[in-house]
């Protein structure tokens, strides 16, 4: 690992030469301003689309952007809660443009990674997915979307179920806000993915460290932000046509939005969005997976109003999924199950189909959500936003029950149905001194589960309040932050034990808080650092799990007297950006008091429905530390070497081991070469790429029924281009091979690494056609 570091570092010395252009000395320079109050605007993004050039404005609503180069430049100012605004400038020397920027709810379009505002700390490290780096991702699963965004993998369970990891953490550690919506589901399953539809974004922002002060208890690993682009208030109908293809597995995804205002009606924005997935069977180099299709229908509806200070909206969305698990997981007998991990090859073997039998998933996930907020004459702001979301979840055994009239049925086995009611209060005070800005908030969540089926988790009621305080304050180049939250949580579950019913409650309180710093050396050098706190109540899966859980091929079991986990993190980073050269290094430190894991029993064991490798959910005191490095070098004009290196390394600091389950170092670098111009297309780009993927060495000896795989390495290509058909409409076109050489691997976070190769090659065509305003 010294060496990547060396090589990185001497990449930043070799290119300093190539940062300074003495004919660069143009600038651009203004101040921003809220149109209703005419007062500035603290912490508002000023980019220049197309670079990586991007400042805040100070306390007086300033800003500046230095050693430009002549030319034409598309300058846009974003901030939550205002409408997004852009102005084409073509520099020739100095340059004053002033905005006034019109007061709106800002809900976002893409999933993109970069420094952002948000409500988040902003001395935290903030990663963007969007624009063309998202239009890549198109047809995948959230989790596989954010797979490129350095200190993020993914835990899988076979090659249609993923969801995120940051910094080690995932499932009830990561939360997802989806919309502005805490999603919740049954995530506390390693194969339950979460229900969202990536389509429905036009920006996905990765937050990483605990940011329990402002998202609330279990943000220990950091929160995702899924956010759609703002309405399209008083504007001309537009949408846009996607259709991807997959060559592996034969998966075909189209997905349509259509949007716009409301004729002679001002001050209305409304979208419709819908998506249809299919695909059959997953190969691997060697074999197909049997029973690995997936069927996916979901559609979502927004509509808002705006006038003058105040603000609603409206939003529905749907996901429906159907997953099948792969067969060969589910093994009858533990001499089958031992030879199968032995062997390193599925007893179950099949050729292609769409056909999706047993075992399987069915998941449904509906949300709804009312948002009103309204923009005080003197700077005040109020935004309340209340939601429901309806999650229900059936999963279906290999073998249909044997009486043959039950079976006819075809019944689940495992049914869960989660319904989950949330309310926030949020008042963004006005600044204080023209240097100080801050928000409160009341945050509260009730839900309830109901279980059917075959024993495996009780029933439950579940409620929790927090409030929240977090402040800001901006002085020259520096800004401070500070928070502080407490939460507190009721749980009551119950299940019937030897035809008893059996109620247990559980009460749970805590506080968190958080302290940060950044610090803008000058325009190309820029530092952060945050230590924050966070907590996580164990959850109803974790203290009474007990039995056959097939989604993941598990059999687990809990234990009621689990603690909750207190988590201490402290991250830091630092940025230098030039014309040429971006790099950012950032390293972490959590510490996890009474750390929660499922841990791999040494035998399997046998049940009446088949052999499982055999888990026990425990508790120890764990720390996870790494450093993230990402760097983009122009090292030629339109030639760049991008590189992403993670490195993470957890430790079980109460028993003096390692921890399992751990993702691997990994080393991530592409080749990129663009064109702006070819004719008729634009924006054109060749890219190919090569991702490195350590073996996990560090893991407690004989802790595992199978020791971690070895490393691999995987290539990929990329092309694509933009042609504009018309004034209003234009045509992009991208396809990419992934895993080019077909080679033979296995990931250490995916569950079915027990049975099965993962993926092979996969070649995709993507279409995009925008029209409209």
Known sequence: ??????????????????????????????????????????????????????????????????????????????IVGYIAHKESLDLTAGHEENFDLEEQEVHLKDVEITAHRTDAPSSQPLEILTGSALEKTRGQSLGESLKGITGVTTMQTGSSISKPVIHGLHSNRVLIMNNGVRQEGQQWGSEHAPEIDPFVATRMSVIKGAAGVRYGSDAIGGVILVEPEELPFDKAISGEVNLVGFTNGRQGVASSTLQGGIKGV??????????????????????????????????????????????????????????????????????????????????????????????????????????????????????WTIAQQINNRNEYDLHVPRNDSIASLNRPELTFKLNTLTNDV?????????????????????????????????????????????????????????????????????????????????????????????????????????????????????????????????????????????????????????????????????????????????????????????????????????????ADWEFIKNLTLTSKLSYLRAYDTRNDNYLVMIPSNRWDNQMKCTIPEFGKWHNLFVSAGNLWVARQKRVPPNSDFLPPPAAYSLWNIQAGGTIHLSEKQQLEIGISVTNLFNTIYRDYMNRFRYYSDDIGRNASLRIKWKFGA
């Open 1 to 78: 690992m010294r060496n990547y570091f060396l090589l990185i570092l001497m990449l930043v010395i070799f290119s300093a030469g190539f940062a300074q252009n003495p004919d660069c000395a143009c600038f651009v320079k203004g101040i921003v301003r809220d149109q209703h109050s005419g007062q500035p605007i603290i912490g508002a993004t000023v980019l220049l689309s197309g670079t990586t050039n991007g400042v805040f404005t100070d306390e007086k609503g300033r800003y500046e952007i230095r050693n430009l180069c002549p030319g034409n430049y598309k300058l846009e100012v974003r």
């Open 266 to 383: 001002s001050g209305f924005g409304w979208r419709a969005q819908g998506t249809i997935k299919r695909g059959g069977n997953i190969r691997t180099p060697n074999y197909f997976l049997d029973n690995t299709g997936i069927s996916e229908k979901n559609f979502s509806l927004g509509a808002g109003y705006r006038n003058k200070g105040f603000g609603i909206d409206l939003f529905y969305s749907r996901f429906d999924t159907k997953i099948g698990i792969f067969s060969g997981s589910h093994i009858g007998s533990v001499t089958d199950l031992l030879n199968v991990i032995k062997n390193g090859e599925p007893f179950v073997k099949s050729g292609f189909t769409y056909n999706i039998g047993r075992p399987n998933q069915n998941v449904t996930h509906d949300l709804i959500k009312a948002e009103a907020h309204y923009h005080f004459n003197d700077g005040n702001r109020l935004q």
């Open 426 to 630: 949020i008042w963004d005070h006005k600044p204080i001194a023209g240097k100080i800005t801050g928000q409160v908030g009341v945050s509260s969540l009730y839900q309830y589960n109901l279980m059917s089926g075959r024993p495996l988790i009780p029933n439950f009621n579940q409620f929790n309040i927090g409030i929240f305080w977090i402040e800001r304050y901006v002085k020259n180049n520096w800004e401070f932050e500070a928070g502080a939250r407490y939460d507190y949580r009721t749980l009551s579950t119950h299940r019937i034990v030897s035809r008893q019913k059996v109620s247990n409650d559980f009460t749970f309180s805590n506080a968190s808080g958080t302290v940060g710093a950044t610090r803008n050396f000058s325009q190309k050098l820029s530092a952060r650092l945050n230590a924050g706190s966070a907590w996580r109540a164990p959850n109803v899966s974790e203290l009474f799990s007990d039995g056959v859980h097939h989604g993941a091929a598990a059999f687990e079991r809990g234990d009621s007297t689990l603690r909750p986990e207190k988590a201490i993190n402290t991250i830091a980073s630092v940025k230098y950006q030039s014309e040429k050269l971006t790099i950012e290094i950032g390293g972490y430190f959590n510490y996890i008091r009474d750390f929660i894991y499922l841990k791999p029993q040494p035998d399997p064991i046998l049940t009446v429905r088949g052999a499982f490798p055999y888990f026990k959910y425990t508790q120890t005191d764990a720390n996870f530390k790494g450093v993230d490095v990402s």
